[in-house]
């Protein structure tokens, strides 16, 4: 079965050039009953945290750690370190994990899967042996493997998330958080868009073995494509699962476009359970919110005078297009205040932050905050020229 990676087009959307935001208003809408220990929801349209509980409590991760020990693996296929149609050794240590009582792909020291297969058996059969066959490819050895997945996480900034193994065994020291866990998802889709269909197979049949994907939710809403469920006794019943739905004015010319929602339920009791709670979240997250589109990508929102340039004025903008998520009929409510360094001089480069979007409801509540940006450079003018603007900006 051949990974079809997804359109840029719809990815497109999906990341900003503003900094992730928490949600805030007036009066915050309230999410439904959730019964998970911990638990996120995430616009990533937006880059909005719609809600959460004890996103940053310290949890066991369970098989939650495969996200990361696949993103490991595809910086290698990026980097040119491995292959797809690559056959590897099974190792004696791959093997023994059948010992541990976790979930298998069942594979043995006389097969030479492919790594394909082997990231199909880790993220669709969740295969702690598939997870130690390819760390052991591209990291020499696990422990070696083990210390670029922490490596990856301190240059995320992910302070409660440390690894102590590939698979996600419980172990002392061996921890994350939802909203930790949710920032490794999100690198997924935005980083490996071409592997992120991986995580929509429904059921992978490997040495006459069929395993069906333990995330119920990709046969029961047509919109949910990821991501990974994970059970331990001391982790409880975990899902991170991932929906995209169409929306309207989401795209360009005010047409439909997709809607991306991520969420995060730790340590509830049930595989049923952590289906039915995730289901609730997507569902109130995508029936709660409008997604509005602020700006258009490349398009000017302000035009401003220029000191000591070759150009009079520039045109300002923001870094990319700009979406913001606001409660159901409040998206015609929403300001703008444009706030700029004052006085402009040149040079002036593409690109350069000289200001900030503010966008806050009609009570003034802040939403979101994003960088305003320079559209085309500006050089100095000549002597005569920055002469005169410097007594212009004297008198002024």
Same mark, same amino acid.
Request: hydrophobic share 45%.
């Given at each position: 079965?051949?990974?079809?990676?997804?359109?840029?087009?719809?990815? @497109?959307?999906?990341?900003?050039?503003?900094?992730? /935001?928490?949600?805030?208003? %007036?009066?915050?809408?309230?999410?439904?009953?959730? @019964?998970?220990?911990?638990?996120?929801?995430?616009?990533?349209?937006?880059?909005?945290?719609? /809600?959460?509980?004890?996103?940053? @409590?310290?949890?066991?991760?369970?098989?939650?750690?495969? &996200?990361?020990?696949?993103?490991?693996?595809?910086?290698?296929?990026?980097?040119?370190?491995?292959?797809?149609?690559?056959?590897?050794?099974?190792?004696?240590?791959?093997?023994?994990?059948?010992?541990?009582?976790?979930?298998?792909?069942?594979?043995?020291?006389?097969?030479?899967?492919?790594?394909?297969?082997?990231?199909?058996?880790?993220?669709?059969?969740? !295969?702690?042996?598939?997870?130690?066959?390819?760390?052991?490819?591209?990291? !020499?050895?696990?422990?070696?493997?083990?210390?670029?997945?922490?490596?990856? %996480?301190?240059?995320?900034?992910?302070?409660?998330?440390?690894?102590?193994?590939?698979?996600?065994?419980?172990?002392?020291? =061996?921890?994350?958080?939802?909203?930790?866990?949710?920032?490794?998802?999100? =690198?997924?889709?935005?980083?490996?868009?071409?592997?992120?269909?991986?995580?929509?197979?429904?059921?992978?049949?490997?040495?006459?073995?069929?395993? $069906?994907?333990?995330? &119920? &939710?990709?046969?029961?809403?047509?919109?949910?494509?990821?991501?990974?469920?994970?059970?331990?006794?001391?982790?409880?019943?975990?899902?991170? @699962?991932?929906?995209?739905?169409?929306? $309207?004015?989401?795209?360009? %010319?005010?047409? %439909?476009?997709?809607?991306?929602?991520?969420?995060?339920?730790?340590?509830?009791?049930?595989?049923?359970?952590?289906?039915?709670?995730?289901? #609730?979240?997507?569902?109130?997250?995508?029936?709660?919110?409008?997604?509005?589109?602020?700006? +258009?990508?490349?398009? $000017?929102?302000?035009?401003?005078?220029?000191?000591?340039?070759?150009?009079?004025?520039?045109?300002?903008?923001?870094?990319?297009?700009?979406? *913001?998520?606001? $409660? #159901?009929?409040?998206?015609?409510?929403?300001?703008?205040? *444009?706030?700029?360094? +004052?006085?402009?001089?040149?040079?002036?480069?593409?690109?350069?932050?000289?200001?900030?979007?503010?966008?806050?409801?009609?009570?003034?509540?802040?939403?979101?905050?994003?960088?305003?940006?320079?559209?085309? !450079? *500006?050089?100095?003018?000549?002597?005569?020229?920055?002469?005169?603007?410097?007594?212009?900006?004297?008198?002024?």
């Amino acid at each position: 079965m051949p990974i079809r990676p997804l359109p840029a087009a719809r990815l @497109a959307a999906l990341f900003l050039a503003a900094s992730f /935001a928490t949600l805030s208003f %007036a009066q915050p809408l309230q999410p439904p009953e959730v @019964a998970a220990k911990s638990y996120l929801v995430l616009d990533l349209t937006t880059n909005q945290t719609l /809600a959460e509980r004890n996103a940053d @409590a310290s949890a066991d991760p369970a098989s939650l750690t495969k &996200l990361m020990t696949a993103y490991v693996v595809f910086q290698a296929l990026r980097d040119k370190k491995l292959t797809l149609d690559q056959e590897l050794p099974v190792s004696i240590r791959a093997w023994a994990e059948r010992k541990g009582g976790g979930s298998l792909m069942f594979i043995d020291t006389t097969m030479h899967p492919k790594v394909d297969e082997l990231l199909r058996g880790v993220i669709v059969q969740s !295969g702690n042996d598939a997870s130690v066959a390819l760390a052991e490819a591209v990291g !020499g050895t696990v422990e070696g493997f083990v210390a670029m997945m922490n490596r990856q %996480a301190q240059a995320w900034g992910l302070k409660n998330t440390a690894f102590k193994n590939v698979a996600g065994l419980t172990e002392p020291g =061996h921890k994350s958080t939802a909203r930790d866990m949710a920032t490794v998802a999100t =690198h997924i889709i935005r980083d490996f868009p071409e592997y992120f269909p991986y995580y929509s197979v429904k059921e992978y049949r490997y040495n006459n073995i069929s395993q $069906p994907n333990r995330n &119920l &939710l990709l046969r029961r809403d047509p919109t949910v494509d990821g991501m990974k469920t994970g059970f331990t006794d001391a982790a409880g019943y975990c899902l991170l @699962a991932t929906a995209q739905r169409e929306f $309207p004015n989401l795209g360009t %010319a005010g047409g %439909a476009g997709k809607r991306r929602i991520l969420t995060v339920v730790l340590n509830t009791t049930s595989m049923e359970a952590r289906a039915n709670e995730s289901q #609730k979240l997507l569902n109130w997250g995508f029936q709660a919110f409008d997604t509005v589109r602020l700006f +258009d990508d490349g398009k $000017p929102i302000v035009t401003t005078p220029v000191w000591k340039g070759k150009e009079r004025e520039v045109k300002l903008a923001a870094a990319g297009a700009v979406f *913001v998520s606001v $409660p #159901k009929g409040e998206g015609g409510k929403l300001q703008t205040k *444009v706030e700029r360094t +004052d006085p402009l001089v040149a040079p002036l480069t593409k690109g350069q932050r000289v200001g900030t979007i503010k966008v806050a409801t009609a009570a003034g509540t802040p939403v979101i905050e994003v960088p305003l940006v320079v559209m085309e !450079g *500006v050089e100095q003018a000549g002597l005569f020229g920055r002469a005169w603007d410097a007594i212009r900006l004297w008198i002024k």
